[in-house]
Every structure is written in C-alpha cells, then in structure tokens.
C-alpha cells in the first residue's frame, strides 16, 4: 500500500487547510487510515483516525471540533480539513494506514503499519 499526501502550505492563524492523501495498491488490506503530525523537536503524535470498515472515527480532544477526517472510495483518497488553524498545528503531517486494525482509536494510540511522505503545514500568527 502507498500513500501520498498533499496540500499543505502556508497559511494565517485562523484559516483552513484541506490536506489529501491518495491511496494505491492492494487496498482492500487497508482497515484503517489516519493523518498524524510531527512537529520540531516533538514526536509524532494522531490527530484524526477512521476506520474503513464502519466510518467510525477518533480525535484527541486538542483538535475536536476543528479537524475532520473524511474519505472518498471511489478516489481512494483520504481528507484532512482543518478549521481555525493554530501557530501550534505547524508541522509535518503524514497520512498513514493500517492493514491489522479496524479500530480508529486502536490506530491513533499505535503506530500504523504503512506511512506516506509528509506535507508541511505552517500557520503563522
């Protein structure tokens, strides 16, 4: 399974950002996908999980209500939109899949077995 994500930028405090991930391969593997972010001189941390099984999805609660995990099948494509951006959401963001866990919250307490290539996310105040 690949993943590509795409659409970050620069932008203001406040504004938002929709990020994209394109999926390949052997898809139907995948249970679980999610976007994670890495920001300088800290670790990797989950911002939005979804499970392609049932669509349930998880937030830790430092993005509820400003990030949406979302997905289209006929595109293979995953979403990230993200609302009333902070200086604190720069950094790099990956998307990332699952091919043993269907639980969206299983997938953002663990580390995901297949990574993409970040895209950079930078808010300025």
């Known amino acids: 399974v690949q993943l590509q994500a795409s659409g970050g930028g620069l932008v203001q405090a406040g504004d938002s950002l929709k990020l994209s991930c394109a999926l390949s391969g052997s898809l139907f593997m995948v249970k679980s996908v999610g976007w994670f972010r890495e920001a300088p001189g800290k670790g990797r941390e989950a911002v939005a999980c979804?499970?392609?099984?049932?669509?349930?999805?998880y937030y830790p609660d430092f993005v509820k209500g400003r990030f949406t995990i979302s997905s289209d099948k006929s595109k293979n494509s995953v979403y990230l939109q993200m609302d009333n951006l902070r200086p604190e959401d720069t950094a790099v963001y990956y998307c990332a899949a699952d091919l043993g866990h269907s639980s969206s919250y299983y997938l953002c307490h663990s580390r995901p077995s297949e990574w993409g290539h970040g895209t950079l996310v930078t808010v300025s105040s």
């Open positions: 979804l499970s392609t099984n049932n669509d349930i999805w």
